[in-house]
Nanobody, 124 residues
Framework: QVQLVESGGGLVQAGGSLRLSCAVS?????????MGWFRQVPGKEREFVAA????????YYADSVKGRFTIFRDNAKNTMYLQMLSLKPEDTAVYYC????????????????WGQGTQVTVSS
């Protein structure tokens, strides 16, 4: 069973930065999975943030984070990252790591595995 474990969330002031990590374990050919990040605030649907293909050569971003967030992966470590710069209060959410055996997970329906989430809070 594939397991995804996020880390790196926390409280930061507006304009600050954080780096989230997602460690992947428990499956075979993990490095062939496409990966992504989603986020959710209470009362709203989980929304796409960023995604990356298995090799790391192709990346995708929501318009709201383009130019501020960078997704990348280290397949040798079975770990994916989300570098977040110039954080805004509206980035406050629980951030979820996602893995997909097929399509790049830029939609929830493409996700096969979810992490448990990590809280990111940006104060104004």
């Amino acid at each position: 069973q594939v397991q995804l474990v996020e880390s790196g969330g926390g409280l930061v002031q507006a304009g600050g930065s954080l780096r989230l990590s997602c460690a992947v374990s428990g499956g075979t050919f993990i490095s062939t999975y496409a990966m992504g990040w989603f986020r959710q605030v209470p009362g709203k649907e989980r929304e796409f943030v960023a995604a990356i293909n298995w090799s790391g050569r192709s990346t995708y971003y929501a318009d709201s984070v383009k130019g501020r967030f960078t997704i990348f992966r280290d397949n040798a470590k079975n770990t994916m990252y989300l570098q977040m710069l110039s954080l805004k209060p509206e980035d406050t959410a629980v951030y979820y790591c996602a893995a997909a055996r097929g399509m790049v997970p830029n939609e929830r329906t493409f996700v096969d595995y979810w992490g448990q989430g990590t809280q990111v809070t940006v104060s104004s």
